[in-house]
């Protein structure tokens, strides 16, 4: 699908510009992945960054709780359920498959 036809299909018009500079080297790796996924390099710097975004901020995502919550929480934190605890120690009982360091 040429360019104009792909970027007029949107359901979303993008109204916000960004600019950024990069090496000759970047902008090469990055038209050559968007142009394997038959992208725009537009579309292609658009996705990473907005996946990139998301994954960042998941990671940093906070949990708020009530006080009940919060209480019913840290009882489970100090008085684990017996099936916990056995989930625990098979865990901890397998060798790890990671070297050791």
Do not use: C
Not at 12 to 38: C, H, P
Not at 60 to 75: P, S, V
Not at 83 to 101: C, H
């Amino acid at each position: 699908m040429p360019y104009t036809l792909r970027m007029a299909s949107s359901a979303t018009t993008k109204t916000r510009r960004i600019e950024i500079r990069i090496t000759e080297e970047e902008r090469n790796l990055e038209q050559a992945a968007a142009s394997v996924n038959g992208e725009t390099l537009s579309e292609f710097v658009r996705r990473a960054a907005r996946h990139e975004a998301e994954r960042t901020l998941a990671e940093r995502t906070r949990y708020i709780l009530d006080d009940e919550a919060a209480q019913r929480f840290l009882t489970a934190l100090e008085q684990p359920s017996p099936d916990s605890v056995r989930g625990l120690r098979r865990l901890t009982e397998k060798p790890s498959l990671l070297p050791e360091a």
